[in-house]
């Protein structure tokens, strides 16, 4: 499976509705995500936001979303620390300005499924929802059957600095 984000094209393909949390410190970048996810040509059960961990925690605990857009940096909070929680019943996008290699290696090891950088067009996180809700689950690098309102992991897509040294 190729850990580059899915063509704009794909994310229109049918899938069962979702929900999506997305958590973010910032109001206008939180909002600006909830209403680019709401606006995407796919099924969608809620979006709804959530400013800090506490907030993101309870939201999750209510509601079981397939998938959390989670921010690195939450008001001084660490938001990764908040991945092992999440994960346990959503799929994790991690969505952030902090892109270097030791966030990403973090991210992926605490059981994050994607990881989008903010500068990133859009098409790469709305591709990156859908993929992570089509995947199967996997247990220890086995197939296994996918339990409905849970999501399924996606290869960490690579860093823009690990492109731009492959393509050099």
Not at 26 to 33: K, S
Not at 45 to 56: K, L, P
Not at 117 to 143: F, N, V, Y
């Amino acid at each position: 499976m190729s850990s580059q984000p899915i063509a704009s094209t794909e994310f229109s393909r049918p899938i069962t509705p979702i929900g999506v949390l997305v958590v973010d410190d910032q109001f206008a970048v939180r909002e600006g995500l909830a209403r680019l996810i709401a606006c995407a040509p796919m099924a969608l059960r809620y979006v709804i936001t959530a400013a800090t961990a506490g907030e993101a925690l309870s939201a999750a605990a209510r509601l079981h979303p397939d998938i959390v857009v989670l921010d690195v940096d939450l008001a001084g909070d660490d938001g990764l620390a908040l991945i092992p929680k999440l994960a346990l019943t959503s799929g994790v996008l991690v969505l952030t300005s902090h892109g270097d290699a030791a966030t990403r290696a973090r991210a992926k090891r605490l059981g994050a499924r994607a990881f989008i950088e903010k500068h990133q067009p859009a098409a790469d996180l709305l591709g990156s929802i859908a993929e992570i809700c089509r995947l199967p689950t996997r247990s220890e690098g086995e197939e296994t059957p996918g339990r409905p309102g849970t999501s399924s992991p996606l290869p960490m897509a690579p860093s823009s600095d690990e492109k731009a040294l492959r393509h050099s």
